[in-house]
């Protein structure tokens, strides 16, 4: 069993910062790409970040700038530093991770989620 535990979340005014920190914890071989999305209400789930395990990173253009996703990559974490925070960057935002249990058995998985509120 493989989990991603977000921690970081919170409620902070326009103009602030979070880092949010995902960590995967269970029987891993190693971890492939992963990444942050996050789904504000009505809407759909779309991607912030990801990064792959060499460190190649891709943004989502609203946040290009202002968000910078970084990994660990000993303890199996993944970081979303997140300035200039702005209210339409409030959301539920998930972990994902791509998780090898075996050289060749790969599982995506999902953390539950930590809310961003950003007042304005």
């Known amino acids: 069993q493989v989990q991603l535990k977000e921690s970081g979340g919170g409620l902070v005014q326009a103009g602030g910062s979070l880092r949010l920190s995902c960590a995967a914890s269970g029987s891993i071989f190693r971890i492939g790409d992963m990444g942050w999305y996050r789904q504000a209400p009505g809407k759909e789930r779309e991607l912030v970040a990801d990064i792959t395990s060499g460190g190649r990173t891709n943004y989502a253009d609203s946040v290009k700038g202002r968000f910078a996703i970084s990994r660990d990559n000993f303890k199996n974490t993944v970081f979303l530093q997140m300035n200039i925070l702005i209210p339409d960057d409030s959301a539920v935002y998930y972990c994902?991770?791509?998780?090898?249990?075996?050289?060749?058995?790969?599982?995506?998985?999902w953390g539950q989620g930590t809310q961003v509120t950003v007042s304005s």
């Open positions: 994902n991770a791509d998780v090898f249990r075996s050289d060749w058995y790969k599982q995506t998985i």
